[in-house]
């Protein structure tokens, strides 16, 4: 069993519609939560970064942290075609360097 | 903001062949890794370089093997390039600050053993 689980998709939706994408985790020492946003041929590009648990928000994108229940989510809202891309989760410990992706979760906006 | 810097954008070598996929982490990021990504799949950890010393090893062939420079650059070797060695190879860099430690990756060399 993978250390982060993320649902693969592909996940289809209208334009302004608001997305959802999850990921769940096993490890109870991970303390840092990064969503990264991936365009096909381009390298994974950091889109949101928490620390432990909460809510962070940037423009329209929201990272949520539960680690009571090792869930992590990233909330699009008001998607734009623009957003179409992989969404990989990712996730480390204070100590080692070591970083745990999810195997993301393909999106796309429709216009 | 200055970011990975990675070279080729492209290769394309033929079985049994070596390759060498160099890396520029961003300025004054301590740590670099390397990574394989094959399609519709995530990053797999190779190696990783902390301070030009290895600090991690991941997933690599025995046939892999990577070094980080005075210069910090970093570059991953391959021999007896294989089929299945076919993928996209990230490079990323972070730093330990006060928020922690985030990767940020190059946009990566793309494989192709022919």
Known sequence: ????????GPLSVP???????NCTYSNSAFQYFMWYRQ??????????????????????????????SKYISLFIRDSQPSD?????????????NQFYFGTGTSLTVIP | AAGVIQSPRHLIKEKRETATLKCYPIPRHDTVYWY?????????????????????KG????????????????????????LGDSALYFCASSLVDSLGSRLHFGNGTRLTVT
């Open chain 1, 39 to 68: 365009y096909s041929r381009k390298g994974p590009e950091l889109l949101m970064y928490t620390y432990s648990s909460g809510n962070k928000e940037d423009g329209r994108f929201t990272a949520q942290v539960d680690k009571s």
């Open chain 2, 59 to 82: 997933s690599i062939p025995d046939r892999f093997s990577a070094q980080q420079f005075s210069d910090y650059h970093s570059e991953l070797n391959m021999s007896s390039l294989e």
């Open chain 1, 84 to 96: 179409s891309a992989t969404y990989l989760c990712a996730m480390s410990a204070p100590t080692g």
């Open chain 1, 1 to 8: 069993q993978k250390e982060v689980e993320q649902d693969p």
């Open chain 2, 36 to 56: 394989q990504q094959g399609p519709g799949q995530d990053p797999q950890f190779l190696i990783s370089f902390y301070e030009k010393m290895q600090s991690d």
């Open chain 1, 15 to 21: 334009e302004g519609a608001i997305v959802s994408l």
